[in-house]
């Protein structure tokens, strides 16, 4: 399951609304064509997705074991939480309307931070288009949701993901045992970021 940050920022209650505010009022168009809330009608799309071990093998908090109730609890969960300005679960799909892509974003406004986590489709995992479309979301997610702070995590061995994350400026801050939703738990490398880090390197 998602965690926030070692790192705690000092924020208001006046901060901590605006965040929760921005979290139900996203507008997905601004990140980009194709995006769109998860809603129960997607269950069956988006359990097919999810089986493909390429796709979700490397994620440790998804809905295993992967089922209609399994990931149709974690629609429902998802939207529960965004109502409360918690999370987003969001969903590309392509022109012939596939899901090619899942973005998680978990946050923690009374934290001013947030977590991203997601996957594309085998067919898009090459030719940069995974770490483009992940530079374009971290900084969304903070223009957009008005967060201060990003944390993200990765297995050891993932190696594909790690390389991305420090290109993108991430500072690696040791490890954290992520825990899955069933309470095992997976090592996994920790970064942080600052929303001013993040403007220093990307503008």
Known sequence: M???????LEVSAE???????????ADL??????????????????????????????????????????VGRWIAESEALRQEGRRLLILTRDETGTIVGYSCVSVWPDRSAAELAGALARSRQSGGQGGAGALHTFGWIFDTLGVRM???TAALDNVRSAKLIDAAGFVRMGTRKAVRPDGTTRESIYWEITREQWRERWG
């Open 2 to 8: 998602s965690a926030p940050p070692d790192t705690v």
């Open 15 to 25: 901060e901590a609304a605006a965040i929760r505010a921005a979290v139900l009022s």
């Open 29 to 70: 168009a601004t990140l980009g064509p194709g995006r769109s809330l998860a809603t129960p009608a997607d269950t069956a799309d988006l359990l097919a997705f999810l089986l493909d071990p390429e796709v979700s093998d490397a994620i440790y908090d998804l809905p295993r074991p992967f089922s209609l109730e399994s």
């Open 150 to 152: 990003m944390c993200l």
